[in-house]
């Protein structure tokens, strides 16, 4: 437990917590509001390794992009309280990564002439003009950063379009200027967003993806100069259209194992394997520079469901993933960066000052299957980086029976093992371990779940506790798992990335158990190893 003290507005506080809570959960409504305004000790649920901003609400990342040694983070963001609204740019920059430099903020919303007429900053993503060739920053700009994203407009608080708007920076993202041609595509629609922009080589162009988010279907136009767009093609709709389709990602992907080959995949956020939450889908195929064409080989459906194959991540926080554009040569690609929550209990979520976080940075690959060309998402390299001293057990072997490891554990580490099932009919490990919570990692049937019913508070929305659950295949009778557990997240990496499951929790204390079980049967866990992380968090602004 730690106490925690914040410099607090009290009537911010208390809209604040009125706006979270629902009158009628008065218990609830009372702990929001003890912890800010009278220092109540609660535990700190701001992960340590994973980026989280200095106050208030973040959202998706935008802007990925590295240059001049720096990889840039922009992302959704409220610079005036801890819940949606007023988006905005925030910023950091990172020379690894993992270690992040907090920026004032890059793009605010502004007011138009009239002073009735708002445009928020909405998603969107960055790029360098390289040399300044298109003009856009002053005379003698040695390269340009262009941030291309979705102008949100509306009137006395009405929506009334989106459409997509430049802005630049002639000193390395720390100043931008908006472009004064904006908007840059404009189709008169309210649901036209996200714009993903890459260089795309063979054809001498720069190409964009964004969606029409209400027909699922994502729109593609390309550019020789930033400014003038010509409309290409159309995706979609297909795969999962129960959600609004947003953040579309396209870009080329290596296959593991054949030198030189590699395939476009298109990454966008919709719907989630279970109904009324969001998640992401992603498509194999081929670009020729003006048209996505799907391979419905790849890849193949699972257990009869025609969209399982294509889900990015099985847990219910991962989500508005896009790709870094630039990356140097010693940081191999593609890298992804998703935004840590769903859309289902966000702004409910119970940590102050901070509301958010982002995952991981993840390489991604595609590796050929039974199933077809498969998503495979690990950790980037240098993440082992931050480990401490280990702790090892090479096999434990269990007989029905629970095993405690680690008794009273940080909850901020790494974990890898190999779990062979046997003959168990549920065997896993418990993590975050109190008297009365834990967070299950299990495999029971066929599936690798994360359980977290009784992974601490789960009452501050009740669309929050529940079982998430990946398909996963024993190899020669086992799974591997490496899992990251950092305070309030859990992200476990299955089979060497073949499965991931992403899930945020909030235990009520800040170390807890690590235990070992099998039910019904045997079990064997081998490989154990747990690395302390060591904290890379500054939250100074």
Same mark, same amino acid.
């Given at each position: 437990?730690?106490?925690?003290?914040?410099?607090?507005?009290?009537?911010?506080?208390?809209?604040?917590?009125?706006?979270?809570?629902?009158?009628?959960?008065?218990?609830?409504?009372?702990?929001?509001?003890?912890?800010?305004?009278?220092?109540?000790?609660?535990?700190?649920?701001?992960?340590?390794?994973?980026?989280?901003?200095?106050?208030?609400?973040?959202?998706?990342?935008?802007?990925?992009?590295?240059?001049?040694?720096?990889?840039?983070?922009?992302?959704?963001?409220?610079?005036?309280?801890?819940?949606?609204?007023?988006?905005?740019?925030?910023?950091?920059?990172?020379?690894?990564?993992?270690?992040?430099?907090?920026?004032?903020?890059?793009?605010?919303?502004?007011?138009?002439?009239?002073?009735?007429?708002?445009?928020?900053?909405?998603?969107?993503?960055?790029?360098?003009?390289?040399?300044?060739?298109?003009?856009?920053?002053?005379?003698?700009?040695?390269?340009?950063?262009?941030?291309?994203?979705?102008?949100?407009?509306?009137?006395?608080?009405?929506?009334?379009?989106?459409?997509?708007?430049?802005?630049?920076?002639?000193?390395?993202?720390?100043?931008?200027?908006?472009?004064?041609?904006?908007?840059?595509?404009?189709?008169?629609?309210?649901?036209?967003?996200?714009?993903?922009?890459?260089?795309?080589?063979?054809?001498?162009?720069?190409?964009?993806?964004?969606?029409?988010?209400?027909?699922?279907?994502?729109?593609?136009?390309?550019?020789?100069?930033?400014?003038?767009?010509?409309?290409?093609?159309?995706?979609?709709?297909?795969?999962?259209?129960?959600?609004?389709?947003?953040?579309?990602?396209?870009?080329?992907?290596?296959?593991?194992?054949?030198?030189?080959?590699?395939?476009?995949?298109?990454?966008?956020?919709?719907?989630?394997?279970?109904?009324?939450?969001?998640?992401?889908?992603?498509?194999?195929?081929?670009?020729?520079?003006?048209?996505?064409?799907?391979?419905?080989?790849?890849?193949?459906?699972?257990?009869?469901?025609?969209?399982?194959?294509?889900?990015?991540?099985?847990?219910?926080?991962?989500?508005?993933?896009?790709?870094?554009?630039?990356?140097?040569?010693?940081?191999?690609?593609?890298?992804?960066?998703?935004?840590?929550?769903?859309?289902?209990?966000?702004?409910?979520?119970?940590?102050?000052?901070?509301? #958010?976080?982002?995952? &991981?940075?993840? =390489? +991604?690959?595609?590796?050929? /299957? @039974?199933? $077809?060309?498969? !998503?495979?998402?690990?950790?980037?390299?240098?993440?082992?980086?931050?480990?401490?001293?280990?702790?090892?057990?090479?096999?434990?072997?269990?007989?029905?029976?629970?095993?405690?490891?680690?008794?009273?554990?940080?909850?901020?580490?790494?974990?890898?093992?190999?779990?062979?099932?046997?003959?168990?009919?549920?065997?896993?490990?418990?993590?975050?371990?109190?008297?009365?919570?834990?967070?299950?990692?299990?495999?029971?049937?066929?599936?690798?779940?994360?359980?977290?019913?009784?992974?601490?508070?789960?009452?501050?929305?009740?669309?929050?506790?529940?079982?998430?659950?990946?398909?996963?295949?024993?190899?020669?009778?086992?799974?591997?798992?490496?899992?990251?557990?950092?305070?309030?997240?859990?992200?476990?990496?299955?089979?060497? #990335?073949?499965?991931? &499951?992403?899930? =945020? +929790?909030?235990?009520?204390? /800040? @170390?807890? $158990?690590?235990? !070992?079980?099998?039910?019904?049967?045997?079990?064997?866990?081998?490989?154990?190893?747990?690395?302390?992380?060591?904290?890379?968090?500054?939250?100074?602004?």
């Amino acid at each position: 437990m730690k106490i925690l003290f914040y410099p607090v507005n009290p009537v911010k506080t208390i809209q604040s917590c009125l706006h979270m809570q629902r009158p009628t959960k008065m218990l609830a409504l009372l702990a929001c509001l003890w912890q800010p305004l009278f220092g109540q000790t609660t535990p700190d649920y701001r992960p340590q390794y994973h980026f989280t901003p200095p106050k208030n609400w973040i959202n998706d990342p935008n802007g990925l992009v590295y240059h001049e040694g720096e990889y840039h983070l922009f992302y959704q963001h409220n610079p005036f309280d801890n819940k949606w609204g007023h988006m905005s740019w925030g910023h950091a920059v990172s020379k690894d990564l993992l270690r992040w430099e907090h920026l004032p903020l890059a793009i605010p919303e502004f007011t138009h002439a009239d002073g009735n007429t708002k445009t928020a900053i909405f998603s969107g993503s960055a790029v360098i003009d390289k040399g300044n060739k298109n003009g856009l920053c002053p005379p003698g700009t040695k390269d340009c950063m262009v941030a291309v994203y979705t102008g949100n407009v509306s009137k006395d608080d009405k929506q009334t379009n989106q459409y997509q708007n430049l802005a630049y920076s002639a000193d390395r993202g720390r100043t931008f200027t908006q472009y004064d041609k904006n908007p840059i595509i404009d189709i008169g629609s309210k649901e036209f967003r996200d714009p993903n922009v890459f260089w795309y080589a063979p054809q001498q162009k720069w190409v964009m993806a964004t969606v029409k988010a209400k027909e699922h279907r994502a729109a593609f136009y390309a550019s020789k100069d930033l400014k003038k767009w010509e409309f290409l093609s159309h995706f979609g709709p297909t795969g999962d259209t129960s959600k609004v389709w947003e953040c579309p990602a396209l870009m080329q992907v290596p296959v593991q194992g054949e030198s030189g080959q590699s395939r476009w995949v298109l990454f966008i956020s919709a719907g989630h394997p279970q109904p009324d939450y969001v998640g992401m889908q992603y498509f194999v195929g081929n670009f020729d520079g003006t048209t996505f064409t799907l391979d419905p080989a790849h890849p193949k459906p699972i257990s009869g469901n025609s969209y399982a194959g294509a889900v990015v991540d099985w847990g219910k926080d991962y989500y508005a993933a896009i790709q870094y554009n630039d990356l140097p040569g010693s940081q191999p690609g593609p890298v992804m960066v998703g935004w840590l929550n769903n859309w289902a209990y966000a702004n409910d979520l119970p940590t102050m000052p901070f509301k #958010g976080a982002m995952s &991981l940075p993840r =390489q +991604i690959s595609l590796k050929r /299957t @039974a199933s $077809g060309l498969q !998503l495979v998402q690990q950790p980037i390299t240098s993440v082992r980086t931050l480990r401490g001293p280990a702790s090892n057990v090479a096999t434990m072997r269990l007989n029905n029976e629970s095993r405690v490891w680690q008794k009273n554990t940080d909850n901020t580490y790494e974990l890898e093992l190999t779990l062979r099932p046997g003959t168990a009919k549920t065997a896993g490990i418990r993590l975050a371990k109190g008297s009365n919570e834990e967070t299950l990692v299990q495999y029971v049937d066929g599936k690798l779940q994360v359980d977290r019913r009784r992974s601490g508070n789960v009452a501050f929305n009740k669309r929050f506790a529940s079982v998430d659950e990946a398909p996963v295949a024993l190899q020669n009778g086992a799974v591997k798992l490496r899992i990251f557990v950092d305070k309030s997240i859990v992200e476990v990496f299955i089979n060497d #990335g073949e499965r991931v &499951l992403t899930d =945020q +929790i909030f235990p009520t204390e /800040t @170390a807890g $158990g690590i235990e !070992l079980f099998a039910e019904g049967g045997t079990a064997e866990f081998s490989g154990l190893t747990l690395w302390p992380i060591k904290p890379v968090v500054r939250v100074s602004e």
